[in-house]
């Protein structure tokens, strides 16, 4: 292999014709070489199944110009790389390997869920994955892709996809994908989903649709069903055949349980007619030898109640938008106020959202947690029902220049408190522990009293009690209000919790907005220093936070006790996550002046660049890969992993 660096000029001219010519292509694929030996790039970009044509060229050039891009930024120096994301692939190297398969493992992500029916879901999860493997490395499969789902009875379905590069040969792609399904058992064995990425193939499954299934089945040729073959052995430990088929085939035991599942959706269908409102059971939480816990009751509304008490989901009774959907204000026949998030039709996490809720919020009781009323899934909606809090949130009064002044102290540390108190029974108190994962001032509803109410746990993962930290693939939240080793790694706890809880916490002492100067969803750019914080803690560090507190009140302050919470939410956002303190000792330490507050460190100012490359030490070669314990340095340069699961090797 050679050792030359392919200068610039070339690479630049590879990757920007890679990039046009995959997205021009009606495969999504292409290959090329640019520059004379010693001195060629070699390189391959393609994009998804289903997601090259269809109508959805943009998004695959736009992958591809993303990928590009990121490949200058993030490995500049490097003899070879791949960047992989959802969307698309881009790679490139000094030694031509075009149609050779490199099964070599460079990612494993899981989803931190376990499944249900952990045998069962193995089982299905074998066949499915066995049959996809088969689809994509079909000969007669021109883009290497295939996509699936089965169900798991009675409400959850299991969804499959697998690809190789399209230089490969179909053998070669084959055995690539049974070495990537006998990797599930090293990272995903017993989870709701996971990945497997080498850089000739990947696999993932996941209990949502994380694809189109249109798009998906319009990307995939038929072909005349061959004869059955073995399932990979990894997933479920022992070898049987499946049909080759990609969508699984029904057996006749299969088809009666079907049929009983109907009739019993027929006879609860009958039983709504005749009675407006009932109780059902929605998903079931497993917490080991807590029986009491498995499952969550919930009311269930019909549509047309709902529809009757938001005037149709009118403009006029529009609170605002949330995350996952709109929110209406609606008065019921009884006269009874309720707050109704219809959650959108389009978005792969209006599932999650309802499950975490109806599942989560329902067996959770507090006074300062938003109340769930109930929900609605009916006519492809999914709505949930909150109790109704006139005051909003707490953003539409703490940064509006106009109406700030109405928060007087006394008001701003019962909203600080009460959200310390909610928030230590989410992760402490609650005979569930719950990281909320977006705690934020548009999160916060206020009552009648301006007490503060947590709400929104669209993004709330629930841990078993002795677990102290968990990661994901997907992450979610707001910039700003999240905890630097979650926005970068993934990592979430309780104290990325904590972490939020600080941001806000100062927000509300000083009346102002912890906003970016620099706001991007791509970790590649995202260098963002916190105002807020780099602020307070200037003026902390100084001895003095007057001039922080213009957008406080004068009337009514507690110099001591504001100064007390200025210190408390430091400890909050300090960068080392071991160093903050839990909720339960900053419920402590605001209630309590004997207890000594120990000086905190310096907060995370901001995210830095994970791949900030450094100064070799001596007798070593090339740039160092910041941050390496989570990725690998090898022949073929540094594998760093970033949001929208895009990394570079």
């Known amino acids: 292999m050679s050792t030359t660096v392919p200068s ?3 690479l630049r001219a590879l990757l920007s014709s890679l990039s046009a010519a995959a997205a021009a292509s009606s495969s999504g694929f292409a290959e090329n070489a640019t520059g004379a030996a010693p001195d060629t790039a070699y390189g391959l970009a393609q994009c998804r199944g289903g997601i090259v044509g269809g109508g959805n060229g943009t998004s695959c050039r736009s992958c591809l110009d993303d990928s590009v891009r990121d490949a200058a930024k993030a ?15 881009v790679r490139y190297s000094n030694a031509s390997f075009a149609g050779a398969a490199d099964e070599r493992t460079v990612k494993l992500w899981w989803n931190t869920d376990n499944a249900t029916q952990p045998e069962r879901f193995k089982s299905l999860l074998g066949t499915l994955m066995g049959n996809l493997t088969d689809a994509a490395a079909r000969a007669s499969s021109p883009l290497m892709f ?6 798991l009875p009675p409400f959850t379905k299991i969804y499959g996809m697998a690809q190789c590069t399209r230089d490969l040969a179909a053998g070669d792609c084959y055995r690539c ?13 017993g989870k709701q989903g996971g990945q497997v990425i080498t850089r000739s193939c990947s696999i993932r499954f996941e209990v949502y649709p994380f694809f189109d299934a249109q798009a998906a089945k319009a990307a995939m040729s038929p072909a005349p069903a061959p004869a059955p073959v073995t399932t990979p052995t990894g997933v479920n430990g022992s070898n049987h055949t499946v049909s080759k088929s990609v969508i699984v085939p029904v057996t006749v035991g299969v088809a009666v349980l079907l049929v009983v599942i109907l009739l019993l959706i027929a006879l609860c269908l009958c039983k709504r007619n005749r009675k407006p409102h009932k109780h059902m059971m929605i998903g079931s939480v497993d917490l080991g030898d807590e029986d009491e816990m498995r499952g969550s009751e919930s009311l269930l509304y019909d549509l047309s ?7 149709n989901f009118s403009e006029e009774n529009k609170l605002g938008e949330g995350g996952f959907g709109p929110v209406y204000k609606g008065t019921l026949q009884n006269g009874q106020e309720i707050a109704v998030k219809r959650l959108s039709a389009t978005s792969h996490q209006g599932q999650l959202e309802m499950k975490n809720e109806v599942v989560l919020v329902a067996k959770l009781q507090h006074k300062n947690l938003v109340r769930l009323l109930g929900c609605c899934i009916e006519e492809r909606e999914k709505i949930l029902v909150y109790e109704f809090l006139c005051n909003k949130s707490l953003d539409t009064i703490l940064f509006d220049t106009s109406r700030q002044q109405d928060l007087n102290w006394e008001q701003r540390f019962k909203i600080i408190e009460g959200i310390g108190r909610g928030l230590l029974y989410l992760h402490e108190d609650s005979r569930l522990k719950i990281i909320h994962r977006d705690l934020k001032a548009s999160n916060i509803l206020l009552d009648v009293d301006m007490n503060p109410k947590i709400s929104d746990f669209g993004l709330a993962k629930l841990f078993n009690m002795e677990a102290s930290v968990a990661n994901t693939s997907r992450i979610a939240g707001t910039y700003g209000y999240m905890a630097p080793e979650y926005a970068l790694h993934g990592i979430f706890s309780a104290k990325s919790d904590v972490f939020s809880y600080g941001v806000l916490l100062l927000e509300i002492v000083t009346g102002r907005r912890n906003t970016c100067l620099h706001d991007s969803e791509d970790l590649l750019a995202f260098v963002i220093p916190a105002q807020i914080l ?3 803690w200037r003026h902390w560090s100084r001895g003095g936070a007057g001039e922080l507190l213009d957008g406080c009140p004068a009337a009514g302050r507690r110099p001591q006790e504001l100064l007390r919470c200025i210190h408390v939410g430091l ?5 080392d996550p071991q160093l903050r303190p839990g909720m339960a000792a900053v419920v402590v330490m ?25 100064k070799p030490a001596a007798g070593g070669g090339g740039g160092r890969c910041a941050g390496e314990e989570h990725g690998s340095r090898g022949s073929y340069g540094c594998s760093i992993a970033v949001d929208k699961r895009r990394f570079c090797l």
């Open 8 to 10: 610039g000029a070339n």
């Open 75 to 89: 490995c500049p120096g490097e003899k070879s790389a791949v960047i992989i994301s959802d969307y698309c692939l």
């Open 146 to 151: 295939a996509a699936g789902e089965t169900d």
């Open 177 to 189: 994908l049974v070495g990537a399904v006998n990797n599930i058992p090293k990272c995903c064995d």
């Open 305 to 311: 109640t709902l529809r009757a008490a938001t005037a």
């Open 534 to 536: 780099s602020k307070v």
């Open 571 to 575: 400890l909050c956002v300090q960068e």
């Open 590 to 614: 605001l209630n309590s002046r004997s207890v000594t507050l120990p000086a905190p460190s310096a907060p995370a100012f901001g995210l830095r660049e994970p791949w900030d490359r450094r």
